[in-house]
């Protein structure tokens, strides 16, 4: 496994005053245990379903890469209707393992569908995506765990109307329905109109369900090796399952951004030096803002937990960010994801020899730059005391991937864990949701609607 943690410049030995002693780590040791316990004593139970998704799923597998095949053979475009986890993961995978410009690619190349993930309802997202594609053309994965999320359940209606319209019955047969089992509207849907479908474990939340089949059917559509990336999370958890964070490096990184947290660091930026990584920012954005952002804590008590997370890419945002990471306040932690070697690389040609001050770039190689500039950028802030830590892979690819999510997932649950938070829930989403619900008039809402009603009304002096 080539994932490598490197955390020298999150210590007091590089930091001084800024960074974390050995003693810190030593203290909260007992803590670290406890934390690992927890989450090792529920695996697989409640919503720790997740961390069987590395080991139960090769029937699954085989029945995805069949349903996969078939979706390839029959349309020009795949499309998922999600939204938040239910739409995140398969981005993520999308960035990191395909071809950047993937759907601009001839068919023969891409060999598989053009790929759209609509993890919004804005209305000029689909018209956007109705200009392009051909509904009866394509193939809809409506991925909602709730089977009730009001942006899913409005794209699914919308497409199914234009479906039934174009091809009657046989619409039926352009819908995947990735769901519950047991709860919400669209498995009765589903059941009624005979689509194809497959389940979401109860134990697997939407943040968490990127290996299951919310993330792998999508993968394995446009041709991502989904046993690959089981085979890297397995891997991963059997660096997890031991206790000591100088071979966890999930439980390593729990534990930094614990003790930073305590420290004042209450963001936590994830910045990939790889094009392939940009959208994985996003889906850890999500893991990590949803799960540990909680108002209390499991004994009740207010503890407005959590670390913001921010998005940003290297080296792109060493022209945007980076200088407020520099010199601004030092509230923040820097996790660099970095690749050593890039798929493709370009030697930057000889033409500017009369200019020394591009020359210096000639003969050396795209890939050489943005390493380069890594390195750099690191030295700097670790030299103004600023934290910052390294996660590094040996290249982007499946395995790689698969084990990079279940680091992360795991570094998540522990973190819950130290916080004693419960890193599953999500009632200030909820809240949002059922906020939505009353202002629509839904039945059962009727409560919220007058709580609503009787809100402050906003005042004219405050609006410009
Ligand atoms: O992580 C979560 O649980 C949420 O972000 C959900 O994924 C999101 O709200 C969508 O929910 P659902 O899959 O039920 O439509």
Redesign the pocket.
């Known amino acids: 496994m080539s994932i490598k943690l490197n955390y020298n410049n999150m210590m007091s030995s590089v930091l001084g005053s800024q960074g974390i002693t050995d003693g810190e780590i030593e203290s909260l040791k007992p803590a670290l245990l406890k934390a690992h316990a927890t989450v090792e004593q529920s695996r697989g139970k409640g919503m720790q379903g997740w961390m069987d998704s590395p080991y139960n799923q090769e029937e699954l597998i085989e029945r995805i890469n069949g349903v996969a095949k078939n979706v390839r053979s029959k349309c020009d475009a795949f499309v998922v209707l999600?939204?938040?986890?239910?739409a995140l993961g398969a981005t993520a995978l999308f960035g990191a393992l395909k071809h950047l410009y993937y759907n601009e690619l001839p068919r023969e190349k891409r060999n598989a569908p053009r790929f759209y993930v609509i993890d919004n309802a804005d209305p000029e997202r689909m018209n956007a995506l109705l200009d392009i594609i051909d509904v009866d053309n394509a193939v809809f994965n409506v991925?909602?765990?709730?089977?009730?999320?009001g942006e899913?359940m409005s794209q699914y209606l919308i497409v199914m109307d234009l479906l039934t319209k174009k091809l009657g019955d046989r619409a039926n047969e352009r819908i995947i329905a990735t769901t519950s089992s047991n709860k919400g509207n669209l498995i009765k849907l589903a059941q009624k109109q005979n689509f194809t479908t497959f389940y979401i474990d109860d134990g697997v939340?939407?943040?968490f369900s990127v290996l299951s089949p919310v993330g792998l059917l999508p993968a394995a559509v446009i041709g991502i090796d989904v046993a690959e990336l089981l085979r890297g999370a397995r891997d991963m958890d059997e660096r997890c399952k031991n206790n000591d964070i100088a071979v966890n490096p999930a439980l390593a990184i729990a534990a930094l951004q614990h003790i930073s947290m305590n420290k004042g660091k209450n963001i936590g930026v994830m910045m990939p030096y790889a094009d392939s990584l940009k959208y994985f920012a996003d889906w850890y954005a999500?893991l990590w803002a949803?799960s540990l952002g909680k108002e209390h804590d499991n004994d009740g008590k207010t503890v407005n937990a959590g670390q913001t997370p921010v998005k940003a890419l290297g080296v792109t945002d060493q022209h945007s960010q980076v200088q407020l990471y520099n010199e601004g306040p030092y509230d923040k932690v820097i996790t660099f994801l970095e690749v050593e070697n890039f798929k493709n690389d370009y030697t930057i040609p000889d033409g500017c020899e009369d200019y020394a001050d591009v020359n210096f770039l000639c003969g050396h190689t795209l890939g050489e730059l943005m390493n380069n500039e890594l390195f750099a950028t690191r030295y700097n802030l670790t030299r103004r005391g600023r934290m910052n830590y390294t996660v590094s892979m040996d290249k982007v690819n499946e395995y790689n991937i698969g084990a990079l999510i279940y680091l992360l997932q795991m570094q998540t649950a522990y973190a819950g864990a130290l916080l004693n938070i419960n890193a599953y829930d999500?009632p200030g989403?909820e809240g949002g949701k059922n906020a939505t619900y009353a202002l629509f008039g839904r039945k059962g809402y009727e409560d919220k609607a007058r709580e609503m009603a009787h809100a402050p009304k906003d005042s004219k002096k405050y609006i410009v």
């Open positions: 999600g939204i938040g986890g239910s991925i909602t765990k709730s089977g009730a999320t899913t939340g939407g943040r999500q949803e999500q989403v």
